[in-house]
């Protein structure tokens, strides 16, 4: 497994690997042309976890200057607990840590919340609120 920058050839796997997961539900924040706006961002990184040429994986971080967040972590369904996420978490950290943030937060599910913890994630008092447009 190799992990590298998106590449916009990468969207459509993606997309799906977000469907097999049940984290697709909005195209103007998960879709091609969201991830191609994100990858656009100089404060964003967008890794991809790929394996025999395919995408298997992705995160989508934010480093602000001030504090890094990881917005989005999706692993196709058929690769789950072979270390992707941790491999992907891993570089990400390295890169974030190089760009100079201090911590790193995640937004999580009560569902994936253990992975996290195993990752040395901590529960904090506060809750993601949205506003649409």
Known sequence: MRIREFDSSDAECLVEILRQ???Y???EVEGPA???RFALCDAALFLVAVEGGRPMGFLRAVYDGSRAIV???SVHPACHSRGIGSDLLAAAQTE???RGAPSLSVTVTEESAGFWEKQGFSRLPVFLMLKEF
Do not use: C, D, F, P
């Open 25 to 27: 539900s909005r195209a």
């Open 21 to 23: 997961n049940g984290q």
């Open 71 to 73: 917005h989005l972590l």
């Open 34 to 36: 969201a991830m191609e």
């Open 96 to 98: 974030l840590r190089r």
